[in-house]
């Protein structure tokens, strides 16, 4: 089908695109393509390109630029909106129909550019050839490749002509499309070919298995391609600077993934003379490179949570990093979305929990609020979660005590402590204390305010199952409120432990019953202190002690600390309280005074009792972005975890 019958057909039928010209003017002339060599212009809104010489120098390569005419092409009788549904573009498939031509019956696309702006795109992503031309292998395999542009001889003077640029063909869906499939797992392993050869590039040695497995293994190939893609524009002084699923297609020629064109990508050095610093550029570069692995971050979480690809549960996402939470705390404000329609577990949430919750960690690494913070491509690309089993990577200490924290994280969800749990959780909370990365109480003044929620006692546990209490109160979540005072050191504790009075018959299989709440409030001066491992030199101590330093220091744990002996002190902070204690109870139905009692003395069994009286925490011992560690007055340990305020019910 002809090209302007196509482009007649578009108008005539009901569509927000109306092309009012037809797409390009035939000329009179041989059929004859012209090949440049693209001069990079200054400006991102020059002229569309011209002949130039030939630029020899540096041992660039070829860099053709080809502009092709119309009847090179044979036109599909499909048309879509451009990229995102652009209102400015026009995107026909087409097969090149000259013989004489490299691309003799490939099919390509033909993107037609209306707008000024659309044209600017066009113009820049023709510039950003001849950047690119030292290493095209990489270009071809990694970036939507533009073969050349079709644009008669005075398109510039004749600002309403459009500008069409001819790009390979990668299928007709973005990545996004190939997520939303049904069938997107076996429809993309059989895109890719998937065999042990493939799945060697990503530190595997088989294909198939479990769901999960395969899913992360596919995600582990995606991401890699992708960010080999963006660190090749990275490393020639570019930044993509639209990178969206809708961006990114896989090509089921080379089984690679492709970044769109790159008509918005940016230089990292400022053209302008007058601001144009060593200083400015470098800040120049990391924040596009920030930028860029912020785009990359939200891609592998769509890729890895499917419910994210709906738009209202993702604009809450967006909305969580946005408002300046931590992306640290993503697992604890996802959480509720991701459990709520699954009776098997996530796969989503299984594979970042997996490697001891390194998923999370490199999705807080790319989503870092701080862009200075944020990781970079080669980082990520090293990053467990990237690398299959057979790849030996060695973990920093940072990612140990994320491992640590994530561990003691699943362990105490369990809700089921046999001693053996018990011990171990109490071996991760030690460990994590003597790994704690702010040691300093300037770093806790910062970090301490906010709402943690506790997650696991290392004291007394008391429940219902074995006791037959009057009446039958359920816990459900412990809160510490953690805010500042007038007075940097001094801050105000808030214990609210919530409950639930359930009925006296039938309360194993009856959850329902009457809501309440037990606030607790003090304040508490912070002061620097320490923790003393050691406090005799008795040999029974000291034999303890060795045995101690070796549970600590040996195996896959212990690795990073790099020490061959125990400190004998832990730097902490100390907590005072100051003022006395107010307890109040609120409840949603009327309870007489004998009821209350009754209730506040099985809400203090069941609770630790230092959530009760906040004078019997002594000291913190371990505290960063997501987790804290804090010490009552008989040793026990309290593990706490950051509550966002968006995910509280």
């Known amino acids: 089908m002809p090209l302007l019958a196509a482009a007649a057909a578009v108008a005539a039928c009901p569509s927000p695109i109306v092309l009012t010209r037809p797409l390009c003017r035939i000329e009179a002339h041989p059929r004859r393509r012209r090949r440049f060599r693209l001069e990079a212009s200054s400006s991102a809104s020059a002229s569309a390109p011209a002949p130039a010489a030939a630029d020899e120098g540096g041992g660039a390569g070829p860099c053709p630029v080809v502009r092709f005419d119309m009847s090179d092409f044979t036109v599909a009788d499909r048309v879509n909106v451009g990229l995102h549904g652009r209102s400015d573009e026009t995107i026909f498939e087409a097969t090149v129909c000259d013989p004489s031509s490299e691309l003799y019956g490939s099919t390509v696309v033909l993107r037609q550019l209306k707008s000024l702006q659309a044209k600017r795109r066009g113009r820049r992503a023709l510039e ?32 309403d002509v459009p500008l069409v640029l001819v790009h390979g063909y990668h299928g007709s869906h973005s990545l996004r499309h190939w997520l939303q499939l049904s069938d997107w797992l076996p429809t993309l392993e059989a895109t890719l070919a998937l065999d042990e050869e493939q799945v060697r590039r990503v530190g595997d040695d088989s294909v198939g298995g479990p769901a999960v497995t395969r899913q992360l293994r596919l995600i582990r190939i995606l991401m890699r391609d992708l960010l080999i893609g963006v660190n090749y524009l990275h490393s020639h002084g570019l930044a993509h600077t639209e990178l969206r699923l809708e961006n990114v297609h896989v090509s089921p020629i080379d ?45 592998m979480a769509k890729m890895v949570l499917r419910e994210l690809m709906d738009s209202s549960t993702f604009f809450k996402f967006k909305s969580f990093m946005t408002k300046g939470n931590d992306p640290s705390c993503l697992r604890e404000f996802l959480l509720p979305t991701l459990c709520q329609n699954s009776t098997s577990g996530n796969i989503g949430l299984q594979m970042l929990d997996r490697q001891w919750g390194a998923g999370w960690n490199l999705l807080a690494l790319l989503l870092a609020t701080k862009p200075v913070k944020r990781i970079s491509c080669v980082d990520a690309l090293r990053h467990p979660f990237l690398c299959g089993p057979k790849w030996r990577i060695s973990p920093s200490v940072n990612l140990i005590r994320w491992s640590l924290g994530s561990t003691a994280v699943r362990m105490a969800e369990d809700y089921i402590y046999g001693h053996h749990q018990r011990r171990r959780l109490a071996y991760f909370v030690e460990l994590m204390e003597v790994l704690n990365p702010n040691l300093r109480t300037q770093n806790w003044l910062h970090l301490l305010p906010g709402r943690w929620r506790l997650l696991y006692c290392t004291g007394r546990h008391i429940g219902l199952t074995l006791r037959q209490p009057s009446p039958r109160v359920l816990i459900s979540d412990v809160y510490l409120t953690v805010s500042s005072e007038s007075v940097d050191p001094v801050f105000s504790l808030t214990s609210d432990t919530g409950f639930r009075i359930m009925p006296e018959s039938n309360w194993p299989h009856d959850k329902s019953g009457t809501e309440g709440v037990l606030s607790v409030t003090t304040s508490a001066r912070i002061a620097a202190g320490r923790i003393y491992i050691k406090e005799h030199d008795s040999e029974e101590i000291r034999v303890t002690s060795s045995r101690s330093s070796r549970r600590y220091l040996h195996g896959k744990w212990g690795k ?18 100051m003022d006395e204690i107010d307890v109040s109870m609120s409840c949603d139905s009327s309870l007489n005074v004998n009821s209350a009692q009754n209730v506040l003395q099985e809400i203090r069994t069941q609770t630790p009792p230092e959530m009760f009286d906040l004078s019997k925490i002594v000291c913190g011992t371990y505290i960063d972005a997501r987790l804290m560690i804090l010490r009552g007055v008989n040793g026990s340990a309290l593990l706490f975890t950051r509550a966002n305020p968006t995910s509280d019910p």
Do not use: W
């Open 560 to 577: 990073v600390s790099q020490m061959k002996e125990l400190p004998s002190s832990l730097p902490t902070v100390s907590i005072a309280a």
């Open 255 to 299: 089984k690679h993934v492709k970044v769109g064109i790159l008509g918005n990508a940016a230089d990292f050095h400022d053209n302008d003379p007058s601001s144009s610093t060593v200083a400015s550029n470098n800040d120049r570069r990391k924040m596009m490179i920030a930028f860029d692995m912020r785009c990359v971050g939200f891609i």
């Open 128 to 159: 950003v050839l001849k950047k690119l031309a030292r290493r095209q292998m990489m270009y071809h395999s990694y970036a939507l490749q533009v073969h050349g542009y079709i644009a008669p001889c005075n398109a510039v003077e004749e600002e």
